[in-house]
C-alpha cells in the first residue's frame, strides 16, 4: 500500500508571509493541510486557479473544479501527477519597520522647505490572497517571504513620502496623531486594498528635521527659536526668524551662511525674499537732443542704508535690529577707510 502524500506547511516563522511547496508534480489523492491563518492558492502557468481555506483536504476533482477544467482541456481527464504550484499564503497580522527622508515646507504659509526625517512601524495582513498574489507575483524577482516583505515596505514607504509630503512641519510637529490618523486612512490604506492588503495601524515613532538641528548647534541664536517656534506651531515667528536671516544675508552680514543651505525656497519667493530690493529704475526715456549729465555713483554703503532704512519701513525688520545693523555697517565702514 502506499503512502499518502501530504503537503503542508511546516512550522512558518513568524516573519514568513508566504511559502512556495517545493514540487510542482501533485497526485490526486493527496493531502493538503491547510493550518488556521492561512490559505493554498494553485497556480500553472502563472495563473491563479482553486484556493482552499484553513482545514484537511484530500485533492480531488470535487475540491479543485478550476484546476480540473483546465486538466480536461489541454491534457485528459484523470492525469497525475499533474502540474501545479502550490503557493500557502499567511492571514496573520505582520509588523514592518520604515525611515524615510523627505522635503516639507516649514508651514501651512511659508514656501521655505526643509529635510524631514521619520521612522516607525505599520502593522498588515493579506486581506485578499488572490489580489495579493496577482499584484504582487509580477512585481518581484522571487515569490519568497524576505523579497516579498521588502516590496511591501518599500511601497509603503514610497506611498508615505508622497502623502507626508503635502504636510508642513509645523503640522507634523504640532498634530501628530491627526496627521498619522489622515494617513493611515488615506491613500496608503487604498493603495494597500488595491494590492489585496489592509493596512491596519501606523505609528510613527520619531520626526527629525536634522538639518535645522545642525543649524541649531551651530548658530543657536537663530537656529534655537525657528526650532522651537516649528515645534510650537508658532508660524509667524518662523517667518520672522526667516526674513530677519535673509536680511542679514541681503546686507552681506550671515551669521547664518553656513546652514541656509537647510532652507530651500520656491524660485519666485527666492526672488522677492532672497535677492536685495534694488531702487526701481525709471523706464528708459526717448533719446534727448541733448543727453542730460551722468549721475555719480552711489557708493555701496549708501545703497545698503537705504535698503535698510526701506525694509524697516516696510516692517521687515524692528526699529532695534535697524539700529543695530546700521550702527554695524557704519562701524565696518570706518575701519575700511
Known amino acids: 500500500m502506499s503512502k499518502t502524500n501530504v503537503i503542508e506547511w511546516v512550522n512558518p516563522g513568524p516573519e514568513d508571509i508566504l511559502w512556495v511547496y517545493p514540487y510542482e508534480d501533485i497526485r490526486w489523492g493527496s493531502v493538503l493541510v491547510v493550518h488556521e491563518y ?9 495563473k491563479i486557479y482553486d484556493v482552499l481555506p484553513p482545514g484537511r483536504h484530500v485533492l480531488t476533482t470535487q475540491n479543485l473544479p478550476l484546476l480540473t477544467r483546465a486538466f480536461r482541456l489541454v491534457a485528459g481527464y484523470g492525469e497525475t501527477p499533474f502540474k501545479a504550484r502550490i503557493i500557502f499564503v499567511s492571514l496573520k497580522q505582520f509588523r514592518g519597520k520604515f525611515g524615510l527622508s523627505t522635503r516639507v515646507k516649514l508651514g501651512p504659509r511659508t514656501l521655505y522647505m526643509t529635510e524631514l ?7 498588515y495582513r493579506v486581506a485578499d490572497p488572490v489580489l495579493f498574489l496577482t499584484q504582487v507575483a509580477g512585481a518581484v524577482r522571487e515569490l519568497s517571504s524576505t523579497v516579498v516583505a521588502d516590496f511591501i515596505r518599500n511601497y509603503f514607504v514610497e506611498t508615505l513620502i508622497q502623502e507626508i509630503s503635502k504636510y508642513s512641519a509645523i503640522d507634523i510637529y504640532t498634530n501628530l496623531t491627526q496627521v498619522t490618523s489622515r494617513l493611515k486612512a488615506g491613500t496608503i490604506q487604498e493603495a494597500f486594498a488595491q494590492r489585496g492588503l489592509e493596512l491596519i495601524d501606523v505609528k510613527i515613532a520619531g520626526i527629525t528635521l536634522p538639518q535645522l538641528e545642525r543649524m541649531e548647534k551651530e548658530d ?6 525657528l526650532l522651537l517656534a516649528i515645534q510650537k506651531g508658532d508660524e509667524d515667528k518662523v517667518l520672522e526668524i526667516v526674513k530677519t536671516v535673509e536680511v542679514m544675508r541681503a546686507l552681506g552680514k550671515s551669521p ?11 524660485p519666485t519667493l527666492m526672488q522677492q525674499a532672497i535677492q536685495p530690493t534694488q531702487p526701481q529704475q525709471p523706464q528708459q526715456a526717448p533719446p534727448q537732443p541733448a543727453p542730460t549729465p551722468a549721475q555719480p555713483q552711489e557708493s555701496p554703503l549708501v545703497a545698503k542704508l ?8 516696510e516692517g521687515l525688520i524692528t526699529q532695534e535690529e535697524y539700529d543695530q545693523l ?4 557704519l562701524e565696518k565702514y570706518k575701519k575700511e577707510m
Do not use: C, H, I, N
Open 38 to 46: 492561512e490559505t493554498a492558492v494553485f497556480m500553472r502557468d502563472g
Open 306 to 313: 537705504r535698503e535698510l532704512k526701506k525694509m524697516l519701513d
Open 256 to 266: 547664518a551662511a553656513g546652514w541656509m543651505g537647510a532652507l530651500v525656497a520656491m
Open 117 to 123: 526625517q521619520s521612522f516607525g512601524e505599520f502593522w
Open 326 to 329: 546700521k550702527k554695524e555697517l
Open 220 to 225: 543657536p541664536t537663530y537656529g534655537l527659536p
